[in-house]
């Protein structure tokens, strides 16, 4: 368990909203970022700033060593036995397109198929919708159970001699689902298909091995794990991302150019063109310790009591109904309230300085599956505790007293 004070190391949190003190719980959209984080951004611009790779005076070899030291780190985070596996990019929505660009578009012919589930994120969505658009290729739809389950005796039956690739996520952002992936890999390996896993909304809430998932691509964003924004990772099998051609063209993913050629860097730089996010590298380095000093099993932990203890309180007031209730949970409670719009849900609780997301959670399909326009979203981090959700549920008991 955790067992030190976690709140009074993130100084957005010492705050206080409309009169309240603010209980911040929309962390699957974005977390808060530790005084360790903010100081290695600042730090970075007081005593580093320099471009990476190609200098030889002593900011840039500085600036070069911190940003590798970070690949290092999201290695052994993800326990991938080669540092070459990571990519930086903006975050895991590039991650995707990199991947749906680079290495699924060139396989696809008119009627060859790419399998995604009905829980997806958009960035999951449109990025195949695009490229079988172009190809003429067609999107197939793992379906869900009404708990918010995927049917994965489904997926055999939907693979044939035209599927070409399969992308799901590991932990749903709008139900808090936690598909079990390794089997879903186990699947596609069996029938030759390789698979990218969306960890967006795993990374930050379970201990994740790429080795023991076998997922051939994982991708996260850095900003849902304690650091900035513009910065995420591509975890690839190296000899996929040898074999796989750059998905943009410019500084530091090439070895010569000359008008007649260009010669492209070796895996991760081939896939790292122009000036990266420097400092948010670093930065991420950075949350990366802070959470291991925590420790992801008590974070595991922790957060698990957090969401049962929330679900069974919120699941007690009349006029309540939790969406998605899979038996396997990471973080998020979505919820409804008879006549009320979460919109107006989400509004009246900011009043009580409670900050929760209201909205589709760019899941629009999700929502059309439950037949409801949207949901309130309360999710939890390290940070937020007992007394939060008690905050929580008082909040919207006193939304529904307004309502009437």
């Keep these: 368990m955790i067992d030190r004070d976690i ?25 808060q970022k530790p005084y360790a984080v903010i100081e290695a951004i600042d730090t970075y611009y007081k005593k580093t700033n320099s471009n990476i790779h190609r200098g030889v005076h002593t900011l840039s070899q500085r600036a070069t060593e911190k940003y590798e030291n970070t690949r290092t780190k999201v290695a052994a985070f993800l326990n991938s036995e080669d540092e070459k596996e990571i990519i930086f990019v903006r975050g895991a929505t590039e991650a995707i397109n990199l991947v749906a660009n680079s290495y699924v578009r060139p396989l696809l012919n008119p009627d060859d198929e790419i399998i995604i589930s009905q829980m997806e994120h958009h960035a999951n969505i449109v990025p195949w919708q695009i490229i079988c658009g172009e190809k003429k290729a067609k999107l197939k739809i793992l379906p869900m159970n009404q708990d918010g389950e995927l049917l994965i005796d489904n997926l055999e039956s939907m693979i044939n001699e035209n599927t070409k690739f399969i992308s799901m996520n590991h932990v749903s952002n709008s139900l808090g689902t936690v598909n079990p992936i390794e089997k879903i890999v186990e699947i596609a390996h069996k029938n030759k298909i390789r698979i990218l896993v969306d960890g967006a909304q795993a990374v930050q809430h379970i201990p994740v091995n790429v080795n023991e998932i076998d997922a051939d691509f994982y991708c996260f964003s850095g900003h849902k794990l304690y650091a900035p924004t513009g910065i995420g990772v591509l975890y690839g099998k190296k000899e996929i991302l040898d074999e796989m051609s750059p998905y943009q063209g410019g500084g530091d993913m090439i070895k010569s150019v000359t008008f007649e050629k260009t010669v492209y860097n070796d895996v991760p730089q081939k896939f790292e063109a122009g000036t990266p996010n420097i400092s948010g590298a670093i930065a991420l380095g950075t949350a990366i310790d802070y959470i291991l000093d925590i420790g992801m099993e008590n974070i595991a932990k922790h957060e698990d009591e957090l969401l049962r203890y929330a679900t069974e309180e919120i699941s007690k007031i009349e006029g309540i109904k939790v969406i998605g209730n899979a038996k396997h949970k990471a973080s998020v ?8 719009h979460p919109h107006d849900i989400g509004t009246i609780m900011d009043t009580q300085g409670v900050a929760i997301r209201a909205g589709n959670h760019c899941t629009q399909p999700v929502m059309d599956f439950y037949s409801i326009p949207a949901t309130a979203r309360a999710s939890f981090a390290i940070y937020n505790d007992k007394n939060d959700v008690d905050k929580l549920v008082s909040s919207v008991k006193k939304t529904m007293e307004v309502f009437g």
């Design 333 to 340: 409670l979505s919820f409804v309230m008879e006549n009320v």
């Design 7 to 31: 709140k009074s190391d993130f100084p957005t949190l010492n705050q206080k909203i409309n009169g309240n003190e603010l209980v911040y719980l929309d962390n699957a959209a974005t977390t």
